[in-house]
């Protein structure tokens, strides 16, 4: 493996429960010394006893002395290594959380030997050790700022090893067929073949098609782990603020018979069947000399650039009169997912509402049936919601396949597929295996990238940069 050793033999120390006052606090120490050095301030409530001869994984209670005075009564966790998460001897004291304690306590192993955790150094010390690979550690990273369902499963399913132990089996056949290759260049000169073309041409195509599911896996990765950016767009005075209320549950948008009314973008997030939307309310299209109101639908249009979904809002009343056509929008946008929505339909009769649901009107999602709700009653509200959450496609969560959701990752696979595409043509055009054994070695580097089997100090940096500190 190679990696860059960049583990320090000394100890480490960092709060690791949030900043602030709360019910308890846990402040964590790692290192071969940090049972010893604990121990030297811990007084045992059951008379004296000696934290560096305890069991592994036991819990003790006593108080936490500097000098003759007691800092606070505590609870003492025990994990000595190699059977912790850092691999290390790790001590986790859990005191009361007020903040005047926790300094104390920081204070007294700092001025003791003791030195102040960077971000994310557990997880790359455990990563060091061998605890973990790399994606594992970047999954614990997307665990803890977690906010839904979907981002919450997607990393699980990485912090389980789901997505390197894929990585990794590819990697370890590719190596096996790199070695036969690299073995037959050593006997160039006798023109001896020690691997199977056939079966060498089986795995480039296996793996090919591997690292192609796996990249296109991330345009449904990236939006359930960053949430999904609505727009809801319309004419003015069609409900679009209403709307927003209806789904949020609150009055968060102005609502108003008077068109115009929303001039600026109300933005607002909300969890729906685990997954998180970016509801983006915005100014009504119509064509105004009004100089601030038309700096609104300026806005409108870039909204409708940067949204992953755009709900197209008509008034029941009003479809054949509306000039802002769903054909125009479709066809200014034709890679955006819209949905056509009929609202206000609380202000038609039965016999117009059943008419309604027979008229041949152009809408995105050919086949489905055509959303209609009145956003100010809450009626047709689950339809909408069941349409979202089908075009999230969540499918693939249950089905339990591997998810990438790391822009990481996903450019070590772009990469890892240009170099074994150029291995598929280079045993097309049947070139000389040294040449095929450089692009081999390409696709392993970047493959090796994931998982950490290949690390620089720079990557390494980069990566747990962005943890924080005490994990």
């Not at 850092?86 to 005047?100: D, P, R």
């Not at 056949?173 to 006798?190: G, M, R, V």
Request: glycine share 6%; charged share 25%.
């Amino acid at each position: 493996m190679q990696q860059v050793n960049t583990i320090k033999n000394d100890t480490i120390i960092a709060l690791a429960t949030s900043s602030g006052v709360g019910a308890i606090a846990v402040i964590r120490l790692s290192g071969d010394s940090a049972i010893f050095i604990v121990n030297n301030f811990f007084q045992s409530k059951s008379g004296k006893k000696d934290l560096t001869k305890v069991k592994s994984h036991t819990i003790h209670l006593g108080n936490l002395v500097d000098g003759n005075r007691i800092i606070d009564e505590v609870l003492i966790s025990v994990f000595k290594d190699p059977h912790s998460y850092t691999g290390e001897n790790i001590v986790e004291i859990s005191s009361h959380g007020s903040v005047y304690i926790q300094q104390e306590i920081l204070q007294l192993f700092l001025k003791n030997g003791v030195r102040h955790a960077d971000a994310g150094e557990f997880t790359l010390r455990a990563f060091l050790n061998g605890k973990m690979d790399l994606s594992q550690a970047e999954a614990i990273a997307d665990l803890i700022a977690s906010d839904s369902k979907a981002s919450h499963q997607i990393a699980m399913q990485q912090m389980r090893g789901g997505f390197s132990t894929e990585i990794e089996n590819l990697r370890k056949q590719l190596l096996n067929f790199a070695s036969l290759i690299e073995l037959e260049l050593d006997f160039a000169e006798e023109e001896v073949e020690f691997s199977d073309r056939n079966q060498f041409q089986e795995l480039v195509n296996k793996i090919r098609n591997v690292l192609k599911n796996l990249i296109d896996s991330f345009a449904v990765g990236n939006v359930l782990k960053n949430g999904i950016p609505v727009a809801i767009v319309g004419e003015p005075n069609v409900g679009k603020s209403t709307l927003l209320n209806a789904l949020l549950n609150e009055e968060k948008a102005i609502v108003s018979h008077i068109a115009g009314t929303t001039r600026d973008a109300i933005e607002d997030d909300i969890s729906i069947n685990g997954v998180t939307y970016r509801f983006i309310d915005t100014a009504g299209i119509r064509e105004t000399v009004d100089e601030i109101e038309s700096i609104g639908i300026k806005k409108t249009f870039e909204n409708i650039e940067k949204a992953q979904l755009v709900l197209h809002l008509m008034e029941a009343r009003q479809i054949q009169n509306s000039k802002f056509k769903i054909q125009n929008l479709e066809k200014q946008y034709p890679n955006k997912k819209i949905l056509t929505i009929i609202n206000k339909t609380d202000l038609l009769s039965e016999a117009e509402n059943s008419k309604l649901k027979t008229q041949n009107l152009p809408r995105r999602l050919a086949g489905s049936e055509l959303i209609l709700l009145s956003a100010k009653n809450k009626t047709g509200i689950d339809t909408l919601i069941q349409n979202l959450t089908d075009l999230a496609n969540t499918g693939i969560l249950s089905n339990n396949q591997t998810i990438v959701s790391n822009s990481r990752h996903f450019e070590a696979l772009n990469n890892a597929l240009k170099a074994i595409l150029e291995v598929q043509k280079g045993i097309d055009n049947n070139i000389s295996s040294d040449l095929i054994a450089i692009d081999i070695r390409e696709a392993l580097y970047h493959l090796g990238l994931i998982t950490g089997a290949i690390s620089t100090e720079d990557l390494l940096g980069n990566i747990f940069a962005n943890f924080c500190i005490g994990k």
